[in-house]
């Protein structure tokens, strides 16, 4: 996820559930000048006994903008349908750090959706073998065989957040 004209990261708060439609609007009333993304993840779901993909939210409840935030911005964004609030400090919007959203962009490849990483597991030790999770064992913290999904421990918008990601598991040859 690159820097548009090296303008910062930053959160708004949205209801949970309205994130797309919150995104289509800021990127409406934008027309351009801010970037209006939602992580989204790919999760196997079990459902009436059939296995199936879904696309959920990473962060329920957020959507994070890249732009130059000013006063005429913050007002133009905070006046927007559905958005409740900045992600703030006590200076402002809080921009979200850089190597936040490096992780953030390696696990997206900049198309929105974190898609599944192949990995062996041999007792407690993981090895992701390719996928958005490549390089990053230290990150997980527990593999659910049967789920399919790894708990992984990011550090967003300055707080560890556990979000679950899919895994396929391969068998050794």
Same mark, same amino acid.
């Given at each position: 996820?690159?820097?548009?004209?090296?303008?910062?990261?930053?959160?708004?708060?949205?209801?949970?559930?309205?994130?797309?439609?919150?995104?289509?609007?800021?990127?409406?009333?934008?027309?351009?000048?801010?970037?209006?993304?939602?992580?989204?993840?790919?999760?196997?779901?079990?459902?009436?006994?059939?296995?199936?993909?879904?696309?959920?939210?990473?962060?329920?409840?957020?959507?994070? $903008?890249? &732009? +130059?935030? %000013?006063?005429?911005?913050?007002?133009?964004? /905070?006046?927007?349908?559905?958005?409740?609030?900045?992600?703030?400090?006590?200076?402002?919007?809080?921009?979200?750090?850089?190597?936040?959203?490096?992780?953030?962009?390696?696990?997206?490849?900049?198309?929105?959706?974190?898609?599944?990483?192949?990995?062996?597991?041999?007792?407690?030790?993981?090895?992701?073998?390719?996928?958005? $999770?490549? &390089? +990053?064992? %230290?990150?997980?913290?527990?593999?659910?065989? /049967?789920?399919?999904?790894?708990?992984?421990?990011?550090?967003?918008?300055?707080?560890?957040?556990?979000?679950?990601?899919?895994?396929?598991?391969?068998?050794?040859?």
């Amino acid at each position: 996820m690159m820097y548009k004209n090296g303008a910062g990261w930053y959160a708004v708060f949205v209801a949970t559930g309205e994130e797309d439609k919150v995104k289509a609007r800021i990127n409406f009333r934008m027309q351009g000048r801010m970037r209006a993304i939602v992580p989204k993840r790919r999760l196997k779901e079990r459902r009436e006994g059939k296995w199936e993909d879904k696309i959920r939210t990473l962060f329920p409840g957020y959507i994070l $903008l890249n &732009g +130059m935030i %000013g006063n005429e911005t913050y007002d133009l964004v /905070r006046d927007i349908p559905g958005v409740i609030r900045f992600l703030r400090d006590k200076d402002g919007p809080l921009q979200i750090h850089k190597s936040e959203i490096e992780v953030i962009g390696k696990l997206t490849a900049d198309c929105e959706i974190i898609g599944y990483s192949r990995v062996y597991v041999t007792g407690e030790k993981v090895m992701v073998i390719d996928g958005p $999770l490549y &390089g +990053m064992e %230290g990150c997980i913290k527990s593999i659910d065989k /049967r789920k399919g999904r790894a708990k992984v421990l990011l550090n967003i918008m300055n707080e560890p957040r556990l979000v679950e990601l899919s895994v396929a598991l391969v068998q050794p040859a």
